[in-house]
């Protein structure tokens, strides 16, 4: 069975500051990985998604993700966050087999002040 | 996008009455939907998979005799909660999954927000 981890459970910025957070997985298999946002009062977007190919990923909103392999590793990126990013984000994974389902990670709660 | 309704919204019922959630595709045809109940400031974790025409698949934890699910279209799940407790007081969010060959992109619906008196 799959498994995430988000290690980052509360994150505070300010207007402008650069954006990581972590994810990881565990998994033996091939996998596809997804970022979704829950802005409040508001129900889950899709960020981006990873199915192949180029492991860093572009998604909306100015957000990346990179796909390193190696590490079990997605962590999402943006250079420069705004005010209006302030929401919940989660990292989820799809194994390759069962019943491919999305596991979530525990969710980053964001915050940036203006 | 595809897109993906829940209704009710929010629901307040009293304790021991069951509550009936519905997830719509409303401009897909969904093979497979999920619901995910998520408690406040945590994760959504997954309770059952729904596909249409067949009986749901459960999570470990999950009893089926009180949340039965419904997968009576392709565009339709619905979600009972029958003699609902306080401890079932919860966000109940569904989700449809578009199959195409390899894709895997789920579309979410809002969510209901059941409180149990």
């Known amino acids: 069975a799959q498994s995430v981890s988000q290690h980052n459970h509360h994150v505070i910025l300010s207007e402008a500051a650069s954006l990581e957070l972590g994810c990881n997985y565990s998994?033996?298999?091939?996998?596809?990985l997804f970022w979704y946002v829950q802005y409040p009062g508001q129900h889950l977007q899709l960020l981006l998604k990873?199915?192949?190919?180029?492991?860093l990923v572009k998604g909306i909103k100015g957000f990346e993700a990179e796909f390193i392999k190696s590490k079990f590793s997605f962590n999402l990126r943006k250079p420069s966050v705004q005010w209006s990013d302030t929401a919940e984000y989660f990292c989820a994974v799809i194994g390759d087999t069962g019943r491919r389902a999305l596991t979530f990670g525990s969710g980053t709660r964001l915050q940036v002040q203006p | 996008g595809a897109v993906v309704s829940q209704h009710p919204s929010r629901v307040i019922c009293k304790s021991g009455t069951s509550v009936k959630i519905e997830c719509r595709s409303l401009?897909?045809?969904?093979?497979?939907m999920f619901w995910y109940r998520q408690f406040p400031k945590q994760s959504l974790m997954l309770m059952a998979t729904s596909n249409e025409g067949s009986k749901a698949t459960y999570e470990q934890g999950v009893e089926k005799d009180k949340f039965l699910i419904n997968h009576a279209s392709l565009t339709l799940s619905t979600l009972t909660v029958t003699s609902a407790h306080p401890e079932d007081s919860s966000f109940y969010i569904c989700s449809a999954r578009v199959d195409l060959s390899s894709y895997n992109e789920q579309f979410f619906g809002p969510g209901t927000r059941l409180t149990v008196l």
């Open positions: 998994y033996g298999g091939t996998v596809n």
């Open positions: 401009d897909f045809q969904a093979t497979t």
């Open positions: 990873y199915f192949s190919g180029d492991p």
